[in-house]
């Protein structure tokens, strides 16, 4: 049974640092492309970050290029989100997800919602 649970959300400052971690579990990470998707209240989800396992290609959207930073642990089954200069447009709830990345092109929703988690909630505000 696929499992991916997200944790590390909460309220930060702007300007301020989070990380969030998602542990996975019934399949091997080490064969698929992983990332993290976010969805901002009343807006549509948007793809924030994939690793590729094929070529260890790394993808960001634009809005947070340069302050997020996504890792995995292969061996611990474990997908992080360094999130540094947080701002309130980031604010959203995160979902680790299965994607497809690879030599340049980045599908954030290429699988269904079997292939989610239910998501940790950033609250960037003063």
């Known amino acids: 049974q696929v499992q991916l649970v997200e944790s590390g959300g909460g309220l930060v400052q702007p300007g301020g640092s989070l990380r969030l971690s998602c542990a996975t579990s019934?399949?091997?990470?080490?064969?698929?492309?992983i990332g993290w998707f976010r969805q901002a209240p009343g807006k549509e989800r948007e793809g924030v970050s994939c690793i590729s396992a094929d070529d260890g290609g790394i993808y960001y959207a634009d809005s947070v290029k340069g302050r997020f930073t996504i890792s995995r642990d292969v061996a611990k089954n474990m997908v992080y989100l360094q999130m540094n200069s947080l701002k309130p447009e980031d604010t959203a709830v995160y979902h680790c997800a299965l994607q497809r990345c690879s030599g340049g092109s980045w599908v954030p929703f290429a699988y269904g919602r079997d292939w989610w988690g239910k998501g940790t909630l950033v609250t960037v505000s003063s």
């Open positions: 019934g399949f091997n990470l080490d064969y698929y492309d």
